[in-house]
């Protein structure tokens, strides 16, 4: 995996402009922050994204891959404000179960979810090289 950065750009903060990769592909649905029984975690925008991501990483490592093999992510809120408020924590989180491990990200502001009370729901593509 090759992150792409043109010269003279700037890096960006929390993610990649691009990534090369080659290897076997692995994609997640549209995944929210509800436990196994289907209820959601939370009322709470960060207490969602922690499980949302709990929820990928588990999805992933059904076939062998982690965060370091994650290369796009596109991310679906609710409510843009509460989103960006909560920034700092939803950070936090992110490196705490990612690292510091920046793929490619996208976030959509979304009139709804289908849903009712999800707040975030994130597809993610992965790629493992081929000697995994």
Do not use: C
Not at 47 to 67: E, H, S, W
Not at 107 to 120: C, H, S
């Amino acid at each position: 995996m090759k992150s792409l950065l043109p010269p003279g750009w700037p890096r960006p903060k929390g993610y990649s402009n691009g990534i090369s990769a080659r290897g076997r592909l692995i994609f997640t649905a549209g995944v929210i922050g509800w436990d196994t029984d289907e209820q959601l975690v939370s009322s709470d925008v960060v207490d969602q994204f922690r499980q949302v991501l709990l929820n990928t990483l588990a999805i992933l490592a059904v076939d062998g891959a982690g965060p370091e093999h994650v290369v796009r992510m596109t991310w679906y809120v609710v409510d843009r404000d509460d989103y960006v408020a909560n920034l700092p924590r939803i950070g936090a989180v992110y490196r705490e179960l990612m690292g510091r491990h920046y793929p490619t990200m996208a976030v959509v502001q979304a009139a709804g979810l289908v849903e009712p009370g999800a707040l975030i729901e994130i597809e993610t593509t992965a790629v493992v090289p081929e000697d995994n």
